[in-house]
């Protein structure tokens, strides 16, 4: 099983701020198989990325994604007050599918 | 639209088995292309992936929770359970259904793009 290490736990930041996520596989995987997601308080997830840096439907130019190998990043070029949220990065396996344990972007 | 939602008890004793369907309205199942998924997310902590079904009844269970776990479909009403039975309060949780699109021709794998709402399960006697 490929475990998914996010870091930092909490990112505290202030709107109009760049916020760096980072995820890091315990193996190297293919980038087409790396998703990301958001999870705002009392909903269910959103999905932001996939292709470690193809942006869902709708999503704003904003969010970006990017890496490689074992090391993938979610950036958030300026926050908006929408975006402070929790964040999880996923990676597709036939079984299991598996996610880390996510980062949260709360306000400074 | 797409739209998934989740129904069963919300409360569950220990050693019952829990049971949860999720209704798909708004695309067929049985027209198959995704794989229909359970995800928990214990109180406070991140999300776990339980298990999928494809139309074909196809299944691929978390391992952890494969000697308790059945999921089903029912595609005349467009319709996918999920029974996990001897449930400990370890089993609390919220439950997702989602429709996965799983590792397409191209090599991309599309990811979970539809959730159901999600609905509260405790195991509690």
């Known amino acids: 099983e490929i475990v998914l290490t996010q870091s930092p736990g909490t990112l505290s930041l202030s709107p109009g701020e760049r916020a760096t996520l980072s995820c890091k596989t315990s193996?190297?995987?293919?980038?087409?198989?790396l998703v990301w997601y958001q999870q705002k308080p009392g909903q269910a997830p959103r999905l932001l990325i996939y292709?470690?840096?193809i942006r869902a439907t709708g999503i704003p130019d904003r969010f970006s994604g990017s890496g490689s190998g074992t090391d993938f990043t979610l950036t958030i070029s300026r926050l908006e007050p929408e975006d402070f949220a929790l964040y999880y990065c996923?990676?597709?396996?036939?079984?299991?599918?598996?996610f880390g344990g996510g980062t949260k972007v709360e306000i400074k | 639209q797409v739209q998934l939602q989740e129904s069963g008890p919300g409360l569950v004793k220990p050693s019952q088995t829990l049971s949860l369907t999720c209704t798909v309205s708004g695309v067929s199942i049985s027209s198959g292309g995704y794989y229909w998924s359970w995800i928990r997310q214990h109180p406070g902590k991140g999300l776990e992936w339980i298990g999928y079904i494809y139309y074909s009844e196809r299944t691929h269970y978390n391992p952890s929770l494969q000697s308790r776990l059945s999921i089903s479909v029912d595609t005349s009403k467009n319709q996918f359970s999920l029974k996990l039975s001897s449930v400990t309060a370890a089993d609390t949780a919220v439950y997702y259904c989602a429709r996965d699109r799983g590792l397409l021709r191209d090599g991309y794998y599309y990811g979970m793009d539809v959730w159901g709402q999600g609905t509260t399960v405790t195991v509690s006697s």
């Open positions: 193996q190297s995987v293919s980038s087409s198989s």
């Open positions: 996923q990676h597709y396996a036939n079984s299991p599918r598996t």
């Open positions: 292709g470690a840096s």
